[in-house]
């Protein structure tokens, strides 16, 4: 079994328009340097708590097949910056941000059996762990005001 710092084993990818219709993901080559020699070829790709995909770790050309299916099933389009964190060398939880640079809400999922999985129909064990809190409201200054007689 391989050793390593999982807390470091991360990386960052913007997907492209082009990346977004395709069945392949290819990971940076400074992580694949680092780390690809640890991680299995077999990996479980888990979204939330409400999605899990098998995906392969190609070491030859670095690239993560299957992943067209993680596409599709949260309608990614190209912009998105996909935060790919593993918590060990055969599993990895990918964090989607969506380009209003915010975690997408995760959407309800329908699976072929017709049983239906929504986010909000339990608690997500990760939370949502990249959020951006915006207020339209005008900043509010409370000042106290002494008046003397």
């Avoid at 299957?66 to 596409?71: A, N, Q, T």
């Avoid at 918590?87 to 640079?101: A, F, G, P, W």
Wanted: proline share 3%.
């Amino acid at each position: 079994m391989a050793r390593f710092s999982a807390s470091q084993m991360k990386f960052i990818k913007v997907l492209s328009r082009g990346e977004s219709v395709l069945d392949s993901l290819e990971i940076p080559p400074m992580f694949c340097k680092e780390y690809g020699h640890k991680l299995y070829e077999g990996l479980k790709l888990s979204v939330g708590d409400i999605f899990e995909a098998s995906v392969k770790f190609n070491r030859q050309s670095e690239v993560l097949l299957g992943m067209k299916r993680v596409y599709e099933t949260f309608k990614l389009k190209g912009g998105e910056s996909l935060i790919f964190d593993f918590s060990s060398s055969k599993c990895v939880r990918l964090y989607i941000i969506d380009t209003d640079e915010m975690e997408v809400f995760y959407p309800k999922l329908i699976f072929p059996n017709g049983s239906v999985l929504c986010p909000l129909d339990r608690a997500c064990k990760w939370g949502l762990k990249f959020v951006k809190f915006m207020t339209c409201m005008k900043e509010v200054v409370d000042t106290i005001v002494r008046i003397l007689k």
